[in-house]
């Protein structure tokens, strides 16, 4: 059964400092990994979708990174517009969507 | 290029009551989906649509859950009778060629 979890469940930054969000998952045969930032009320928003490992993308203060098991999205200086739950996903073989849990950040003025 | 829309943006109504959402994709996106998002978890597939057609429906509770996509363009999704634990932000997205989704603002529902 494809899975997708994710970590850490919260983070709490100051305004400037740098860290990264990770996206762990089990699928047969990757057929993209697609980030999307939720702010509240909303519905996801489309960030980035990756497709092989190596693959890096790049917005803003976001970049994200792709490996065999698990995605990275590294935010570099973030600012508290930043502040979001940021969701990854992996299509299974339907073409459907599996989301992980999400990382909700909050990022300090 | 305009969203995917849905109606209500909130719903509270009494458990065992029923209510419907409504949704329309994006213009020429095949593919529409719902999900089911409870408060601080990631969204679940609900029902996948092709068309007018069910691509799965492995997860909705068939006993209460029903949706439907008549020609293939909007849809609605209905519960009868809610329960409590309905209480959620039911999501409809939509799929273009690229692979990616677009989502709506979601309509949330309470049940008291």
């Known amino acids: 059964e494809d899975q997708v979890t994710q970590s850490p469940e919260a983070l709490r930054l100051q305004e400037g400092e740098s860290s990264s969000l990770n996206c762990s998952y089990t699928?047969?045969?990757?057929?993209?990994l697609f980030w999307y930032r939720q702010d509240p009320g909303k519905g996801p928003e489309f960030l980035f979708t990756?497709?092989?490992a190596g693959e890096e993308k790049e917005k803003e203060r976001l970049k994200a990174t792709l490996t065999k098991k698990e995605s990275f999205l590294h935010i570099t200086a973030p600012k508290p517009e930043d502040s979001a739950t940021y969701l990854c996903?992996?299509?299974?073989?339907?073409?459907?969507?599996?989301f992980g849990p999400g990382t909700r950040l909050s990022v300090l003025p | 290029e305009a969203g995917v829309a849905q109606s209500p943006r909130y719903k509270i109504i009494e458990k065992r009551q029923s209510v419907a959402f409504w949704c329309n994709p994006i213009?020429?996106?095949?593919?529409l989906y719902w999900y089911q998002q409870i408060l601080g978890q990631g969204p679940k597939l609900l029902i996948q649509?092709?068309?007018?057609?069910?691509?799965?429906d492995s997860q909705l509770p068939k006993d209460r859950f029903s949706a439907e996509r008549l020609k293939g363009v909007d849809s609605t999704l209905k519960i009868q009778p809610a329960k409590l634990e309905d209480s959620a932000v039911y999501l409809c997205?939509?799929?273009?060629?690229?692979?990616?989704?677009?989502f709506g603002q979601g309509t949330r529902l309470t049940v008291v």
């Open positions: 997205a939509s799929r273009s060629s690229t692979g990616r989704a677009f």
């Open positions: 699928v047969s045969g990757l057929r993209g």
């Open positions: 990756l497709y092989s």
């Open positions: 996903a992996v299509p299974n073989y339907g073409q459907n969507f599996v």
């Open positions: 213009s020429g996106h095949a593919t």
């Open positions: 649509f092709q068309n007018n057609g069910v691509v799965d």
